[in-house]
């Protein structure tokens, strides 16, 4: 059975937060894409993010700005 790999959502990396995963991985000093948008009105295209080294949160102002997140995916 093959693997189906997609960007994890802020809730699988809260969840992963709570489990620990920053005990587990390595080179989390960055901002990592989630696959949810904020549900803010007037910023509805903006993704959420989360910080590799300490785990705070926040939503990014601009989608289109790869030069300074990374991505980690998850498979199921």
Same mark, same amino acid.
């Given at each position: 059975?093959s693997?189906?790999?997609?960007?994890p959502t802020?809730?699988? *990396?809260?969840?992963?937060? /709570?489990?620990g995963?920053?005990? /587990?991985?390595?080179?989390l000093? @960055? *901002?990592?894409? @989630?696959a949810?948008s904020?549900?803010?009105?007037?910023q509805?295209?903006?993704?959420?993010?989360?910080?590799g080294?300490?785990?705070? /949160?926040m939503?990014w102002?601009?989608?289109?700005?790869t @030069?300074?997140a990374?991505t980690?995916? /998850?498979?199921?």
């Amino acid at each position: 059975r093959s693997v189906i790999w997609r960007l994890p959502t802020i809730e699988d *990396w809260k969840l992963a937060e /709570v489990n620990g995963f920053r005990k /587990v991985f390595r080179d989390l000093d @960055s *901002w990592f894409w @989630s696959a949810t948008s904020s549900s803010h009105a007037d910023q509805v295209q903006h993704p959420w993010m989360i910080y590799g080294t300490d785990g705070g /949160v926040m939503y990014w102002n601009w989608r289109n700005d790869t @030069s300074s997140a990374k991505t980690r995916c /998850v498979g199921h």
